[in-house]
Nanobody, 123 residues
Framework: QVQLVESGGGSVQAGGSLRLSCESS????????MGWFRQAPGKEREFVAA????????SYAGSVEGRFTISRDNAKNTVFLEMNSLKPEDTAVYYC????????????????WGKGTLVTVSS
């Protein structure tokens, strides 16, 4: 059974930083585009960032571009989300996702989801 396990969430003050990790049990991790979504309380899940299979090329939601950086280590089956200059509106459960096709990743039709990790940003 494929698992995506997120870690690195926690509580931080506005302006601070966190680094999320997602370790995957996918047998062919490098065959999947990877990404992150988030869901704030009372809101729908939204796209945050995605990265191509080999890590060359990525995309971001406008609300996080310039502050967040997605990366991956295919040798370790892990994808990362570096979050800087955090704002209270970044508070959400962050989900890791895997999809065989990079295009339209932001639509959320992915093959696998993680269970999420909570990020809380206080003002």
């Amino acid at each position: 059974q494929v698992q995506l396990v997120e870690s690195g969430g926690g509580s931080v003050q506005a302006g601070g930083s966190l680094r999320l990790s997602c370790e995957s049990s996918l047998p062919t991790f490098s065959a999947y585009a990877m990404g992150w979504f988030r869901q704030a309380p009372g809101k729908e899940r939204e796209f945050v960032a995605a990265i191509r299979r080999r890590g060359v090329g990525s995309s971001y939601a406008g609300s996080v571009e310039g502050r967040f950086t997605i990366s991956r280590d295919n040798a370790k089956n892990t994808v990362f989300l570096e979050m800087n200059s955090l704002k209270p509106e970044d508070t959400a459960v962050y989900y890791c996702a895997a999809r065989t096709i990079y295009s339209n990743f932001e639509l959320g039709h992915v093959d696998y989801w993680g269970k999420g990790t909570l990020v809380t940003v206080s003002s």
